[in-house]
Every structure is written in C-alpha cells, then in structure tokens.
C-alpha cells in the first residue's frame, strides 16, 4: 500500500509566521501535489510536482511555495502566515500513467493561523 | 475548463438500504477518468471507484457502483446496502489525460453521507 505522511495533524501557528508543512510517501511516485480544503469549496490544488525540483502552480497559488529537494518530500511553505489560510491542507501522490491512477492521499494537517 | 458539479452538499440513507450521490461535470475532452473519493471523519482521503471514459461499461467494486452517461456528462455513485461506515464525505473528481495537466484532478464540492441505524 502507498503510505503518504504529512509531518503533522494539528498545527497552529500565528499570523506573519512562516510555516512548513511536509509530506513523505515511501512509494517512488514520481508525482505530488498540495490541496487545501475547506467546507463549501471541496478541494482546490496549490502547488503540484511532477519531478525533483519540479513544480507547477495549481489553481490558487497565492501566499504558498513548495519546495521538492528529493523525489519522496514535497514540502509546502506559507511565506507569512495569515487568518484566511487557515484550513485543511491534504497532501497526494501519483505514479505511473498520469491520468490513469488514482492519487493517493494522507490524512490531512488542520492548520490553524492565529 | 473543467468544471464538477455535486448538486447534494448532503444526503442521509437508512442501515441496509440504497443511496445515490449525484456528480455532473463539463468538459470537451474525450479521454478522461473519473472518480469516487470517500473522506470519513477525521480520516484519510481513499478511492471508492474510477471510471475511464472510453469504457461503456459500469465500474463495480461490491457495494459501490456507477451509473456513468457519458452523453449527458453525469456520474452518479450508487451505494447500496448501506452500512453506518459509509458515512463519510464524498467527492467526485474529474482527471485529464491530457499535455501538462495529466494527472491533475477536480473535484466537485463534496456530499456528506449520513447513514441512520
């Protein structure tokens, strides 16, 4: 089974902080994104990487950077935290034929930006 | 651009019985996947079901089937004999095969399932 870990499940932190949030998956995929989530909007994707050092912005973009040094860490920073990204951040993979697979996903941080 | 449409933000079923979560989508693409996506409480994100579009067949894992209209752009989940662990948020998600967004996924907004002993 694909195993993808995000570092935390409950993180808060305050307002102007730079933050850091960290996914590991242990499966060689070679694709991995960032979403955030909130009740009402479903899933909107942030950032996704396709390769080491790759990446690509998503759908909303604006107040994150990601940074993926090796393939299974993709790691996703808010430059100076503020209330509004306070949310649901899900981290996913994907491997083999893009479009084929389902990603995979791990359990989710619930950020809270004080 | 692709849209996903889940017109239920909620639905409740009763233990044993049959449900259907409805999803629409919108795209001129003719070489997709869609997907059935269930999120329990406070739980991890798995795949319930996928459906590749060039297949006319209905996807079929156990309890849980698709009605898939490719022509009228809907993909509804059918559950069936309800069990109170299929409580859970559902989404349903639309990927392209398709140049540099290969892989990416939309999702529709989600329908929270309740299921009532």
């Known amino acids: 089974d694909v195993k993808v870990t995000q570092s935390s499940r409950y993180l808060v932190k305050r307002t102007g902080e730079k933050v850091f949030l960290e996914c590991v998956q242990d499966?060689?995929?070679?694709?991995m994104f960032w979403y955030r989530q909130d009740p009402g909007l479903g899933l909107r994707l942030i950032y996704f990487?396709?390769?080491?050092?790759?990446?690509e912005k998503g759908d909303i973009p604006e107040g994150y950077s990601v940074s993926r040094e090796k393939k299974e860490r993709f790691s996703l920073i808010l430059e100076s935290a503020s209330t509004n990204q306070t949310s649901m951040y899900l981290c996913?993979?994907?491997?083999?034929?893009?479009?084929?697979?389902?990603?995979?996903f791990g359990d989710g941080t619930r950020l809270s930006i004080l | 651009a692709q849209t996903v449409t889940q017109s239920q933000p909620e639905m409740s079923v009763q233990e044993a019985e049959t449900v259907t979560l409805s999803c629409t989508y919108d795209?001129?693409?003719?070489?997709?996947?869609l997907f059935w996506y269930k999120q329990p409480p406070s739980r991890q994100m798995i795949l319930v079901i996928r459906?590749?579009?060039?297949?006319?067949q209905n996807a079929t894992e156990n309890r849980f089937s698709v009605n898939f209209q490719k022509a009228a752009k809907s993909f509804s989940l059918k559950i069936s004999d309800s069990q109170l662990g299929d409580a859970a948020m559902y989404f349903c998600?639309?990927?392209?095969?398709?140049?540099?967004?290969?892989?990416?996924?939309?999702f529709g907004k989600g329908t929270k399932l309740s299921v009532k002993p």
């Open positions: 996913a993979t994907l491997g083999g034929t893009r479009g084929r697979q389902p990603q995979h």
């Open positions: 499966m060689d995929h070679e694709n």
């Open positions: 990487s396709y390769d080491v050092k790759m990446k």
């Open positions: 795209t001129s693409e003719s070489d997709y996947y």
């Open positions: 459906q590749e579009a060039y297949k006319q």
């Open positions: 998600a639309y990927g392209t095969n398709n140049g540099g967004s290969q892989g990416n996924l939309i």
